[in-house]
């Protein structure tokens, strides 16, 4: 696959753009509110970044999951959660503050934990591991990526709503909307430069993405329920661990592993599937109300 300069520049300035929108809804207050009450946020993040890259590195392995679409796995699993994950949050009636606080901190944190969770687990997998040697994963290049996408634009966008709020509350959802518009436009890029593997691959990548998504749902709900976190902290943790940022991972092969097509399109079907699952979850959550809910 061949991406010019200004292609990549472009694709990652559309996804620090995104990020820049999600930001606009967050404060200070929300990490003070971490700090008053951690737990949930905690649970979820531990969920986030320890669990989920741990279980998929295991999972990959014990089922012998071709390489390349193990690391695309591996990849998805490191990146922090997806920037849809409050909305959905929302749309479920679960503890959208909770959500909030985990999509701020974790977005923060990914500029560190996602490189190395990446290049860490690539590593300890070892039918990835020549893979990973052979593509020479820098953490250093992917964490100064992840920082200029994740972390300059999350800052940014806290101090413009801070400085106008009014506008940054108007401003908001037209740019969860285009948010929407530009994940389905870095989806259809993946899939129309590898349409013959996708033709050829798609009945196993399908297959590994949806039971990936599921079981990152699972590690959010399990890690909830051991926790014994009310209902709606719970789905709130959920919903945030089974939402990965795709739209990151895409934006790492697109710049540093363009020829990776299996890779791509673990991602890319994320991108898609993630959404599916992520909003007919919260539909049923909504249909079935945390207040009615015992356990």
Not at 10 to 39: K, T
Not at 175 to 191: E, K, N, T, W
Request: aromatic share 8%; proline share 5%; hydrophobic share 55%.
């Amino acid at each position: 696959m061949e991406f010019s300069t200004g292609n990549l520049i472009a694709l990652n300035v559309i996804l620090a753009c995104m990020m820049f929108g999600v930001s606009l809804s967050l404060g200070v207050e929300d990490f003070r509110r971490i700090l008053r009450d951690p737990r949930a946020p905690l649970i979820g993040l531990a969920a986030q970044f320890l669990l989920l890259p741990a279980a998929t590195c295991l999972g990959t392995w014990a089922f012998g999951v071709p390489p390349e679409l193990a690391l695309g796995m591996i990849l998805v699993a490191a990146c922090p959660g997806g920037t849809f994950s409050n909305i959905m949050t929302w749309i479920g009636k679960a503890d959208v503050a909770v959500s909030v606080s985990m999509t701020a901190v974790s977005s923060l944190a990914a500029t560190v934990m996602t490189p190395l969770n990446f290049a860490f687990y690539g590593w300890l997998n070892p039918d990835t591991r020549q893979l990973v040697t052979d593509i020479a994963i820098d953490p250093g290049n992917i964490l100064l990526l992840v920082a200029g996408v994740l972390a300059l634009p999350l800052l940014l966008g806290m101090w413009s709503a801070r400085r106008a709020p009014r506008l940054a509350a108007r401003a908001e959802k037209p740019m969860r909307l285009v948010s929407l518009a530009v994940l389905f436009g870095f989806v259809a890029i993946a899939f129309a430069n590898n349409v013959d593997l996708f033709l050829a691959e798609a009945d196993r990548f399908a297959l590994l993405v949806i039971a990936h998504n599921a079981a990152a749902l699972g590690v959010g709900a399990l890690a909830g329920r051991l926790a014994r976190l009310p209902v709606p902290d719970r789905r709130a943790v959920t919903m945030e661990v089974g939402i990965q940022n795709s739209g990151l991972g895409l934006a790492i092969l697109f710049t540093f592993y363009p020829d990776a097509g299996g890779m791509i399109l673990i991602t890319a079907f994320w991108g898609v599937w993630h959404l599916i699952s992520g909003l007919s979850l919260a539909s049923w959550w909504a249909r079935h109300p945390a207040e009615a809910t015992a356990t």
